[in-house]
């Protein structure tokens, strides 16, 4: 594997790729630090510190923010507010008809998605970094610490909306950089700025559960946790590689003097369809309740309940919840992401059946068969996956953002095999041997 980095490196054309890459990569980082207009710096690192990882309900916001959230600089809301639009969007397609219309027209129907998706990231932008605002302001952003009244010490309209502005800004930076990846780099632009946000907080995690830890100076629990990671890692590896492949055989035709088809070759049907999108849903509906409670006055029953029940990591009926919620969002996801009569048909149209199978409605109830057979041991999966970080919770006395958490190696294991895809691709057009030889 090094070896093919080497020979990456030593192609001219893939080097400017890289070296551009890595360009991109710092300025995202170097933005993720600097402080937004009308923001007390020194109140916030105070409450940052008070803090201690035990980040509430913004915790997975600020992961994919390269903890830049909690710190509010310009690109505090980072790359969020393009992934919730995609996803908006891609569930959108599914209900519009004008928009399943424009995904089946191929490229000029895709680059106007892509447009409403960049409209949507501006105003989903706005909404958030006003909700990010107003929470600072109230000293909601960081529950119990001494300095949270002072983080926004200028209150007026101007200096608010001067930070809403601000971090809109940065918001489509972000979203300006992830696409010259993509276009001037190796691709893959927006996933690589997330796996570098969620990157970007492994050391300082790491380091906080060896400062807590109690045997050899905490540098069994370390070593432990890391052992821990490899082992996950490996497991993603694994499942995120595994698939069904459902052999396709093509009629040979004959069209003058020329024969068509013949051939054979397969659907991959992956076991975990539908990656990291069933944890985000999960963890995010269950945001929504401890959100509404956190800023309702009174003291009520159910607002009693759900700071009870719904905001510590480690109660059985958050768990319980949790783990349901994600084995029904993978089912949901792989129902509109993936569609057996329309591959069905397509089949049927250029002359393809599965052996054994009819084409026409018998093959579109096959997949759908095997598609639910699979799905199954893959929503297991992601539900034990994303409790691991109870797991740390009882055995280390970490954060609920457990650094190798469900929803972080998901994402870091996913973008990594994609990239070195990218690169391998790339190199084998110049007859290089790739990394996974």
């Known amino acids: ?226 052992l821990v990671g490899l082992v996950m890692v490996g497991l993603v590896v694994f499942v995120e590689q595994a698939q069904r492949r459902i052999p396709v055989q093509y009629a040979k035709r004959m069209i003058g003097r020329r024969s068509y088809g013949g051939t054979s070759t397969y659907i991959p049907l992956k076991v975990n369809q539908a990656g990291v999108i069933p944890v985000i849903f999960a963890s995010s509906l269950l945001y929504i309740p401890a959100l509404v409670a956190q800023f309702s006055g009174g003291n009520s029953g159910w607002k009693s309940w759900v700071q009870q029940n719904l905001t510590r990591g480690d109660h059985p009926i958050y768990i319980t919840l949790y783990f349901l919620l994600i084995v029904f969002f993978a089912f949901f996801y792989v129902a509109i992401s993936f569609n057996p009569e329309e591959v069905a048909d397509n089949m049927k149209k250029y002359g393809g059946f599965i052996p054994g199978i009819r084409a026409g409605r018998p093959t579109a109830e096959y997949l759908s068969y095997v598609l639910n057979r699979i799905t199954w041991p893959g929503s297991l999966y992601l539900g034990l996956i994303a409790l691991v970080p109870t797991v740390a919770l009882v055995g280390f006395g970490a954060s609920q953002n457990f650094p190798f958490g469900g929803t972080s190696i998901l994402i870091i294991v996913g973008v990594g095999l994609e990239t070195v895809k990218q690169i391998e691709s790339q190199l084998q057009q110049r007859n290089y041997e790739g990394f996974l030889r």
């Open 1 to 226: 594997m090094l070896t093919g980095f080497a020979r990456a490196f030593r192609t001219p054309d893939l080097r400017k790729k890289l070296l551009f890459t890595l360009g991109i990569i710092v300025v995202y980082r170097v933005g993720t630090h600097i402080p937004i207009p009308g923001v007390n710096y020194k109140a916030v690192q105070t409450c940052v510190t008070e803090a201690s990882g035990n980040q509430g309900l913004f915790g997975l916001v600020n992961m994919f923010s390269g903890g830049a959230l909690l710190q509010i600089t310009v690109f505090a809301l980072g790359i969020m507010p393009y992934i919730t639009a995609s996803i908006i969007l891609q569930l959108l397609t599914v209900v519009i008809p004008r928009l399943e219309a424009l995904k089946k027209e191929g490229q000029a129907g895709t680059a106007k998605i892509t447009q409403y998706t960049r409209y949507l990231t501006l105003a989903l932008a706005v909404l958030q970094g006003t909700g990010l605002v107003a929470t600072a302001r109230s000293g909601a952003l960081f529950s119990g610490c001494s300095a949270a009244g002072q983080i926004v010490p200028d209150q007026a309209i101007f200096t608010t909306i001067t930070m809403v502005i601000c971090m809109t800004a940065g918001t489509t930076v972000v979203m300006w950089l992830g696409e010259l990846i993509t276009d001037r780099g190796i691709g893959n632009g927006m996933s690589i700025l997330m796996f570098i946000s969620i990157a970007a907080t492994f050391p300082s995690a790491l380091w906080a559960i060896k400062k807590q830890g109690k045997l050899a100076d905490g540098w069994i629990e370390f070593g432990t946790v890391i």
